[in-house]
Each structure stands twice: as structure tokens, then as C-alpha cells.
Nanobody, 117 residues
Framework: QVTLMESGGGRVQAGGSLRLSCTASGSIDLIFAMGWYRQAPGKSRELVAT???????DYADFAKGRFAISRDSAKTTVYLQMNNLKPDDTATYYC???????????WGLGTQVTVSA
């Protein structure tokens, strides 16, 4: 069983910053991907940023230049530094982990980010 523990959400004004953290624990053989998605009310869940198996990163276009994903040396904790936040960034942010050999997806419970104008 794998557990994802998220922290760092909150409420900020536009232009502010937040840093999200997610730590994975449990039976993890090989990480295929680990990162962040978000879902705003009435919208589909979308990728924000993620590490891929080879260590490369993918960012959504809206995140490029404002958000930065990083991880610890054990590769079981990922961080999302979000700068210059905008009201459109308001959403629930979910940590995602995909593990191998049979790719299995795990999700955190989500952390709320609210950006006021």
C-alpha cells in the first residue's frame, strides 16, 4: 500500500507564492512518474508538473516560468514552488505517483490553493 501525504496549500493574494510538498511512503518498487495535478471546480483534472522515470520533467504551459517542481535525493518527496500566482490557479492540487512494474496510479487527498485578486 502506498500513501501520499500533501501539505502547503493555502490562501494567497495574486502575485504571491506557495510551496506544496508531497511525500510518498509504503511499498514503492520503481517510480514511473511523480508530480502534481490540479482540478478547479467544474473542470477536469490537469497536469501541472511531473517528474518522469528518466528524471526529466514535464510542465503544463500555464506553469512554465512560474512553477518549479523539485524532489529530494530519495525521490520520494516532491515539491512544487508556485510563484506569481493568479486567481486562475485556484484549484485543488493533487499529488500523483505512478509506480512500476505494473503501472499503478496513486493520488493524494488534495490540498486547496486559493488565489484572490
Amino acid at each position: 500500500q502506498v500513501t501520499l501525504m500533501e501539505s502547503g496549500g493555502g490562501r494567497v493574494q495574486a502575485g504571491g507564492s506557495l510551496r506544496l510538498s508531497c511525500t510518498a511512503s509504503g511499498s514503492i518498487d520503481l517510480i514511473f512518474a511523480m508530480g502534481w495535478y490540479r482540478q478547479a471546480p467544474g473542470k477536469s483534472r490537469e497536469l501541472v508538473a511531473t517528474f518522469r522515470r528518466e528524471g526529466n520533467t514535464d510542465y503544463a504551459d500555464f506553469a512554465k516560468g512560474r512553477f518549479a517542481i523539485s524532489r529530494d535525493s530519495a525521490k520520494t518527496t516532491v515539491y512544487l514552488q508556485m510563484n506569481n500566482l493568479k486567481p486562475d490557479d485556484t484549484a485543488t492540487y493533487y499529488c500523483h505517483l505512478a509506480v512500476m512494474p505494473i503501472i499503478t496510479d496513486y493520488w493524494g487527498l488534495g490540498t486547496q490553493v486559493t488565489v484572490s485578486a
